[in-house]
């Protein structure tokens, strides 16, 4: 929503501006400029990155305009989950949950939090490393340097389409200079025509220069900015589960455990203590 949001503030400030200046708007519709930046973009785009990147790049994408999912609600929901899983573990012991983690489709303490285990890679995650804890010889430190080197591989390859949308977006100043050049050249090859034409190919070429600039500082660019605040964002879910389950392999009770958890998120989506209590409380009695 803020994305379209923006797009239409720059818009109209751009072109507002350009139009207060007794500017005409049909001057800048070049679509022969376009063409020639959003082709060599497009294949230079394709030129320095592999099928991988680009499949993750035009799957990120979309996403640029859709609301963050890492609400209140849903660490709530991660939370009272960790504590469900930790309580049952302290109380009927760690094999009481194999079936659990080797099935989480059919667990129902998994099944209470849809939300949760909706998301195939919080529930590899975190069912991984409870297989670990159950059947696993690992200590605590041993565990959180395996949590660590995945965290980091899952945060490097959420990064790789906000790398190259950041590339692309770079480049297009200079595909908007090439646009440009080719439309001088065309202005010096019909320096025979009246001073009138002439201006219009002028008028024409710079456009080329403005769209660059302009797709790529007001348009490209902050995807790339999007993207990478959504990549933080889903690290920031596993981030939770790690010092849950350390906390918990340390001997922390449950609810110490998950408050654990709790201070390690941002504090716009933090929930309170008072708040998480009595989430567990009414899923407790629920």
Do not use: W
Not at 15 to 38: D, K, Y
Not at 52 to 60: G, P
Not at 137 to 143: P, R, T, Y
Not at 206 to 234: A, C, D, M, Q, R
């Amino acid at each position: 929503m803020f994305v379209i949001v923006g797009y239409v503030v720059i818009l109209a400030s751009v072109i507002g501006g350009f139009m207060l200046a007794g500017g005409h708007v049909a001057s800048l519709i070049q679509p022969t400029e376009l063409i020639m930046i959003g082709g060599a973009t497009l294949g230079a785009f394709f030129v320095a990155n592999n099928a991988k990147v680009v499949k993750a790049t035009f799957k990120a994408l979309p996403t640029v305009l859709k609301g963050s999912r890492f609400t209140k609600a849903l660490y709530l929901e991660l939370l009272s989950l960790l504590y469900d899983i930790l309580a049952k573990v302290r109380k009927e012991g760690l094999m009481s949950i194999e079936s659990d983690v080797e099935n989480p489709e059919a667990s129902p303490i998994f099944n209470k939090y849809p939300a949760i285990a909706g998301d195939h890679h919080a529930v590899e995650f975190l069912t991984d490393y409870l297989r670990l804890m159950v059947g696993g010889n690992l200590n605590a430190f041993e565990i959180e340097n395996l949590m660590d080197n995945e965290i980091e591989t899952h945060h490097h390859e959420g990064e790789i389409p906000v790398h190259a949308v950041a590339k692309l977006a770079d480049g297009l100043p200079a595909f908007g200079i090439v646009a440009a050049v080719m439309g001088v050249v065309h202005t010096m090859e019909s320096v025979g025509i009246p001073p009138s034409e002439l201006g219009k190919l002028i008028a024409a070429a710079l456009v080329g220069t403005f769209l660059g600039i302009l797709l790529s500082y007001g348009f490209v660019g902050p995807l790339s900015t999007v993207l990478e605040h959504k990549v933080h964002e889903s690290t920031k879910m596993f981030r939770c589960m790690q010092v849950t389950l350390l906390a918990s392999m340390n001997g922390y009770a449950p609810q110490v455990a998950v408050e654990f958890g709790r201070k390690v998120l941002y504090s716009t989506e933090r929930p309170t203590f008072q708040e998480l209590e009595e989430e567990v409380k009414n899923r407790k009695s629920a």
